[in-house]
């Protein structure tokens, strides 16, 4: 479908865009043996609409497949927006035409000027706790222009205020916190490459860095369970490619 334009729903398009996320559905299962739920947070700040606006519409794109390949019904169809004041939105409708018009509508009511990690993580608490349930893992697909996460913050840098976030929602909901709590899992796609950003180090952990547009990579890693490093899920995505020499010199490219 053509974001620009969104004229027409098509029999075929729909039929095109089922297969390819039934396929995807059950290659995850089959591999990883269930399916976690993600919560996808689109960019929709300003700079995603250069280029003819291609990084916010491929954003939109993986919104809509990811979001409702969800099981959980808190967590179904729902999208957070990102930018300097996320939102959450539900889609609806009974088609993909449907959903991702839906989406466009409730998105371009208000576009924003930065990008705030710290907002999201918030929200994510927030539904948590309504839901009262495990904070899902989530896909944060930008061009990777964020506002800066640790120069304002003395000694607690964005991951650690994420953990203790999450340390604090489970004890309200009544989760069991182990001593070995370490649940934040998230994904970065970057689909506008044109910037030198570093969205994260190769040692972070929870998080897994990906540049492209490929939902293919997405899937390689959702398969892998869980995430430990960009490092690491970069080894693991390349692991198959046995052809390839699988060094440490590669932490340079990570």
């Given amino acids: 479908y053509n974001i620009d334009k969104m004229e027409k729903e098509s029999v075929i398009i729909e039929a095109a865009i089922t297969d390819i996320f039934e396929k995807m559905k059950k290659n995850i299962k089959n591999k990883r043996g269930k399916l976690d739920n993600w919560l996808v947070s689109p960019d929709y700040s300003g700079s995603m609409f250069l280029n003819g606006g291609l990084p916010f519409k491929v954003a939109c794109?993986?919104?809509?497949?990811?979001?409702?390949?969800?099981?959980?019904?808190h967590y179904k169809d729902l999208v957070i927006a990102f930018s300097d004041k996320p939102f959450v939105v539900r889609l609806e409708g009974n088609t993909w035409y449907k959903r991702l018009k839906d989406m466009i509508n409730k998105l371009s009511t208000k576009i924003g000027y930065s990008t705030n990690f710290d907002s999201v993580i918030d929200k994510v608490v927030e539904i948590s706790n309504i839901s009262r349930s495990k904070p899902p893992k989530i896909i944060l697909v930008s061009d990777?222009?964020?506002?800066?996460?640790?120069?304002?913050?003395?000694?607690?840098?964005?991951?650690?205020?994420t953990k203790r976030k999450y340390k604090d929602l489970y004890r309200n909901i009544n989760l069991p916190l182990d001593k070995g709590f370490d649940d934040f899992q998230m994904m970065l796609v970057n689909v506008n490459g044109n910037y030198?950003?570093?969205?994260?180090?190769?040692?972070?952990g929870g998080v897994a860095y990906v540049a492209g547009v490929k939902q293919?990579?997405?899937?390689d890693i959702m398969v892998q369970g869980r995430i430990e490093t960009p490092y690491e899920t970069m080894i693991k995505c390349l692991k198959p490619f046995d052809r390839f020499s699988l060094n440490p010199k590669l932490h340079k490219y990570c």
């Fill in 144 to 161: 990777m222009q964020t506002n800066e996460v640790d120069r304002n913050y003395n000694k607690e840098k964005f991951i650690e205020r």
């Fill in 216 to 219: 293919t990579i997405v899937e």
């Fill in 196 to 204: 030198d950003t570093k969205a994260a180090l190769e040692s972070d």
């Fill in 61 to 73: 794109t993986f919104a809509l497949i990811f979001s409702h390949m969800n099981e959980n019904e």
